[in-house]
């Protein structure tokens, strides 16, 4: 998992799986959601990151580490993104609906 914040274009860029397998990206509002070619979640980017998440720009410009956690169900994801700072944990959790083809329930 790799994690970039961009604080000029106020981008958060969150990595996950390999990225060789990339075929397509999905918008969904702000959240564009990397997909691989059998419809596996490969990465998220966070639009307008410092009001959409639950860290302002300072802190996701200090963010230390980041875990991601994809569970799939029939046609429904959910993307689980905990964000480190410090000793303190923060989570943002994003439902997606049917499969990859660009709902966020």
Same mark, same amino acid.
Do not use: C, W
């Given at each position: 998992? @790799? ?20 075929? @397509?990206?999905?918008? *969904?509002?702000?959240? *564009? ?12 980017? *966070?639009?307008?990151?410092?009001? @959409? =998440?639950? =860290?302002?720009?300072?802190? =996701? ?8 956690? $994809? ?6 994801? &959910?993307?689980? $993104? *905990?964000?480190? =700072? ?9 439902? $997606?609906?049917?499969? &990859? ?5």
């Amino acid at each position: 998992t @790799r994690f970039e914040y961009h604080e000029k274009d106020d981008i958060a860029v969150f990595e996950y799986g390999d990225h060789s397998e990339y075929e @397509r990206s999905v918008d *969904v509002a702000n959240f *564009v959601i990397d997909v691989s070619e059998d419809g596996k979640f490969l990465g998220l980017e *966070v639009i307008g990151a410092s009001e @959409r =998440l639950p =860290l302002n720009s300072k802190q =996701l410009s200090n963010v230390e580490d980041v875990e991601i956690t $994809v569970q799939e169900e029939e046609d429904n994801m &959910m993307v689980t $993104v *905990v964000m480190k =700072l410090g000793n303190e944990k923060t989570s943002l959790n994003l439902p $997606v609906t049917g499969g &990859m083809t660009g709902k966020v329930a």
